[in-house]
């Protein structure tokens, strides 16, 4: 191996620090605000599985469940997957039309709601840390995303016991759709 052939190997490798610190600081956000809270009832709930839900189906859903949930809106061209876990958390994905509940590709625009006590204040806390960036949304909503590869956001609202995550593949789209007020309960 010569010297060209390691110089370019190590300058390949200190080019992906930043991307591994990104994702490092991604996974210790998700980790902190999924765990935070463990010691929290959670409600009861009857899991679904994956099924494709008209819009109001999701409001009659929402209804039956007693809480909120959140999504993106109404989209043209598009199917929602409606999935309730069974600790309470429900996601709503976004399919292309045509595609099947359950569909095992990844990059669709996710909404999801987690039941979550003091949900805003601990949302809070992270929102000063290194590597994220936040925003104060409309009705006092706060916004706290990864400053690098940032496709998932989380929003809370003060004296709303639930956490909301939003995921879009194309980079930085889940920001924009939170700072544009296109993530809102379902009515």
Same mark, same amino acid.
């Given at each position: 191996m010569?010297s !060209? &052939? &390691?110089?370019?190997?190590?300058?390949?490798?200190?080019?992906?620090?930043?991307?591994?610190?990104?994702?490092?600081?991604?996974? !210790?956000?998700?980790?902190?605000?999924?765990?935070?809270?463990?010691?929290? !009832?959670?409600? *009861?709930?009857? #899991?679904? %599985?994956?099924?494709?839900?008209? #819009?109001?189906?999701?409001a009659?859903? #929402?209804?039956?469940?007693?809480?909120?949930?959140?999504?993106?809106?109404?989209r043209?061209?598009w199917?929602y997957?409606l999935t309730? &876990?069974?600790?309470?958390?429900?996601?709503?994905?976004?399919?292309?039309?045509?595609?099947?509940a359950?569909?095992?590709r990844?990059?669709?625009?996710?909404?999801?709601?987690?039941p !979550?006590a003091? #949900?805003?204040p601990n949302?809070?806390k992270?929102? &000063?840390?290194h590597?994220?960036?936040?925003?104060?949304?409309?009705? %006092?909503?706060?916004?706290?995303?990864p400053t690098?590869?940032?496709k998932?956001?989380?929003?809370?609202?003060?004296?709303d016991d639930y956490?909301?995550?939003v995921y879009?593949?194309?980079?930085?789209?889940a920001?924009?759709?939170?700072?544009?007020?296109l993530? *809102?309960?379902?009515?």
């Open positions: 010569n !060209a &052939t &390691t110089t370019r190997s190590g300058s390949e490798s200190f080019a992906l620090l930043p991307l591994g610190a990104a994702v490092l600081v991604a996974a !210790a956000i998700v980790g902190w605000l999924l765990l935070h809270d463990r010691g929290t !009832a959670k409600p *009861e709930t009857v #899991a679904t %599985d994956p099924v494709l839900v008209s #819009a109001e189906q999701l009659s859903e #929402a209804k039956s469940l007693g809480r909120p949930i959140y999504w993106a809106g109404r043209s061209n199917s997957e309730v &876990t069974d600790s309470g958390r429900v996601f709503v994905r976004y399919l292309p039309r045509g595609a099947a359950g569909d095992s990844s990059g669709f625009l996710t909404v999801g709601t987690y !979550a003091d #949900a805003y949302l809070k992270v929102s &000063t840390g590597g994220v960036h936040s925003n104060l949304l409309p009705n %006092d909503g706060l916004l706290v995303a690098r590869l940032p998932n956001v989380y929003l809370a609202y003060p004296n956490q909301v995550e879009d593949a194309s980079t930085g789209a920001r924009r759709m939170a700072l544009n007020g993530i *809102e309960q379902i009515r």
